[in-house]
Structures are given as structure tokens and as C-alpha cells.
């Protein structure tokens, strides 16, 4: 049994596909997808999804927030029932741009991973924090980064996966830092005094995919906590508190349920998606109409 409310909701996206056309019967590349804890597909969320290409996303006190992570056009936007408005920064911003993953932090301040300015030069990706003063929101650079994905803040630090680098960045609220060797992590989700990170392993082809956990109360290495089958590539990660749920892309994506409560780490599948319908970020969401 699942220990989320009723009326929660997966929100999913997909990369973008070349033919963006070929809309499939269970999800829509070009929206925010919408279904429920069994797996049944509800529908795109935005109407007016035309507008925006790929997003990254958010769930923060009842809002959802995301990131139009195209590269010429990126901007932070905001769903409001059906509606998506561009919000607090427009296309060019200096500071967002390629986005890739979006956390909050207990102040509500809202921090971006950029993946990079330019993929041939190293280093260009960065980290950014969005501050709302006023209804006004004010962006900053907190540092530069090769790559940067998933990112979470918990027990007061914010762990980062920079997926060239193949490490796990973990950051004090004044910059400094260490990090701990996950081969090319990609997902990062806090829960409870735990943070698990999706790791795609070794980049060459039929090695196997793995999550890992870390501890954020002991310096630990990082635990092996699911070993996933050859070729799993691992994308975003939600959880209700005691299931861990984890997009997978590839040949058969799909969406996998693993209890935490268990120690049979085999996992049920939720969803399985159009092989052309690659999955990318999922938020579980208490009430998918946004008011």
C-alpha cells in the first residue's frame, strides 16, 4: 500500500523528442504529466504548454515550480492551475541557463544546478540560489561547477552531483566543501537523515546503474544501497516518506516503486512509458490542480 493521500499526484517530464509530433498515449513530451499512484495517466497539466520546451521541476508549500531548461531559452516559471507564466527571470538570464535541477531550502529560497554556458569549455556549469524579497526575486551565484545535476539540501548542507566529474559535492552554506567518488551521479533526493543519489555508473555501455546513500550525519563513504540492472540509467527521484520512486530512461523506461521499510530492494514497477518518452523529473504532489 502506498502511504501517500488520495489525492497526491506524479508529475513527470520527458526529454524533448526530435519530432516533438508524435505525441504518445501516455504522456505528452511538451507538458507536465500528470498521474496517479497507480500509474494511470491523467493528462498534461499546462494548457498552455506550446510555450515551453523542457522542464525541470519543483513542488515548494503547494506551488510547483520549474525550469524551462532549453538552451536558448531558459527561464524559471510557475504553474498556476492549468497556466505556466514565466516568472522571476527571462530568456539570457547571465546566471540561469541549461538548468537541470531545482531544491528549496528551509528558508524557501529556491537553488538551480546550470548545467553549462558552453559544453566544450569545463567549468562553465554553475549553481545558482533565487532569494524572493517582496515577491521579487533576486538571483546569485553561489559557485561554478563542471556539470552540476540533481542537488538537495539536507541537514543543513547542499549535496550536489556534478555527473562529468563523476562526485558528489557537499557544500556548507558558506562554500566550503568535500565530495565522495559516485560514478556519473544524476538524481539526488533527500530523506529523512538520508540522501540517495542515482548513479548511471560507468558511461560505457551494459554497467550497471546503482542508487547510493549517504548518511548526512557520519562521513561514511557512500552506501551500494540498490544494485539496478545492466544498463539502468537512473533519472529524477520522489518519495512519500517511505518509497523511494526512480524514473528510468533507456530502452524500456519506466517508473519503479522501492520500499525502504524492506530489505527486498527488487522494486514493482509503477509506470512503464513509449520507449520514445524518455522520463527526466518527477515530483509527487499532494494536489496536481494547484488551486
Request: glycine share 10%; proline share 5%.
Amino acid at each position: 500500500g502506498m502511504s501517500v493521500g488520495r489525492d497526491a499526484h506524479f508529475l513527470i517530464t520527458f526529454h524533448t523528442l526530435d519530432n516533438p509530433t508524435q505525441r504518445k498515449i501516455n504522456g505528452d513530451p511538451l507538458n507536465i504529466n500528470s498521474y496517479d499512484v497507480h500509474g494511470n495517466y491523467i493528462g498534461g497539466l499546462i494548457s498552455n504548454s506550446e510555450a515551453i520546451k523542457l522542464r525541470e521541476l519543483l513542488w515548494m508549500e503547494g506551488s510547483l515550480f520549474f525550469s524551462n531548461a532549453y538552451k536558448k531559452d531558459s527561464f524559471i516559471g510557475q504553474a498556476k492551475g492549468s497556466i505556466a507564466s514565466r516568472w522571476a527571470i527571462a530568456r539570457d538570464h547571465p546566471v540561469i541557463h541549461h538548468s537541470y535541477g531545482l531544491c528549496s531550502d528551509l528558508k524557501g529560497n529556491i537553488w538551480i544546478s546550470n548545467q553549462n554556458f558552453d559544453k566544450k569549455v569545463p567549468g562553465t556549469g554553475s549553481i545558482a540560489k533565487i532569494e524572493i524579497k517582496n515577491g521579487d526575486p533576486q538571483v546569485s551565484e553561489f559557485t561554478k561547477l563542471d556539470q552540476p545535476r540533481g542537488l538537495q539540501w539536507a541537514n543543513g548542507r547542499l549535496y550536489v552531483g556534478s555527473s562529468t566529474e563523476d562526485k558528489v559535492y557537499i557544500y556548507n552554506p558558506d562554500g566550503t566543501h568535500k565530495d565522495v567518488s559516485i560514478k556519473h551521479p544524476i538524481g539526488v533526493l533527500a530523506i529523512g537523515d538520508y540522501v540517495y543519489i542515482g548513479s548511471v555508473g560507468s558511461k560505457k555501455k551494459q554497467k550497471h546503474g546503482h542508487i547510493y546513500r549517504i548518511d548526512t550525519r557520519s562521513d561514511a563513504s557512500p552506501e551500494n544501497y540498490i544494485k539496478l540492472d545492466k544498463g539502468a540509467h537512473p533519472a529524477g527521484m520522489a518519495t512519500d516518506g517511505t518509497h523511494l520512486f526512480v524514473l528510468f530512461q533507456g530502452d524500456a523506461p519506466c517508473l519503479m516503486s522501492f520500499d525502504l521499510t524492506v530489505d527486498d530492494k527488487s522494486g514493482k514497477k509503477v509506470i512503464e512509458f513509449d520507449p520514445l518518452l524518455q522520463p527526466e523529473l518527477i515530483v509527487l504532489a499532494s494536489n496536481p490542480t494547484l488551486g
